[in-house]
């Protein structure tokens, strides 16, 4: 599975929450600041 980064561009994350979050969602074709108008916008990195 495939990781994204609440920083600009698609980056591998070194917080676990985010790691297991993004792991998660991409089960369902979500992504975190993803281009599709379903994928999450995180714009607070603390968010995660």
Known sequence: MSTSC???GRK???D???RIASE???QADIHIN???P???Q???K???
Request: aromatic share 12%; proline share 4%.
């Open 46 to 48: 603390d968010f995660l």
């Open 16 to 18: 676990p929450y985010q």
């Open 24 to 26: 998660l969602l991409a």
């Open 6 to 8: 609440v920083e600009e």
């Open 42 to 44: 995180v714009h607070n």
């Open 34 to 36: 993803g281009s599709e």
């Open 12 to 14: 591998t994350s070194n």
């Open 38 to 40: 379903y994928d999450i």
